[in-house]
């Protein structure tokens, strides 16, 4: 099955940007929505942003809306975090997540369930 693995967390002062990666292989990536979540300690995991196979429909929540940015490049098997004006609370380990059991092309997922292979995780850590 695809394997994802994350790159691009870091250490980075309030107000930053950070880009982070989702490198895909071993599988029809290109067919697969894509989520970002994050976990900070004693929190639930949280959905960041999601985009859908084709890449014609993406979302983020409020709580990271006009920061965070999802995109992919269907050709290097990658999906990408933009992470900017980042903010402490954001500290988290991210993780990226794809849905590989349904193929549809302009569907994006919110919920945990919904996804069925993850990344190991990325951490991010944003200073005051």
């Known amino acids: 099955q695809v394997q994802l693995v994350e790159s691009g967390g870091g250490l980075v002062q309030a107000g930053g940007s950070l880009r982070l990666s989702c490198a895909a292989s071993g599988g029809t990536f290109s067919r697969y929505a894509v989520g970002w979540f994050r976990q900070a300690p004693g929190k639930e995991r949280e959905l960041v942003a999601a985009?859908?196979?084709?890449?014609?429909?993406?979302y983020v929540p409020d709580s990271v809306k006009g920061r965070f940015t999802i995109s992919r490049d269907n050709a290097k098997n990658t999906v990408y975090l933009q992470m900017n004006s980042l903010k402490p609370e954001d500290t988290a380990v991210y993780y990226c997540?794809?849905?590989?059991?349904?193929?549809?092309?302009?569907?994006?997922?919110?919920?945990?369930?919904?996804?069925?292979?993850w990344g190991q995780g990325t951490q991010v850590t944003v200073s005051s």
């Open positions: 985009i859908s196979w084709s890449g014609a429909n993406t």
């Open positions: 997540a794809a849905n590989s059991r349904t193929y549809y092309r302009n569907s994006y997922y919110v919920t945990v369930s919904s996804y069925d292979v």
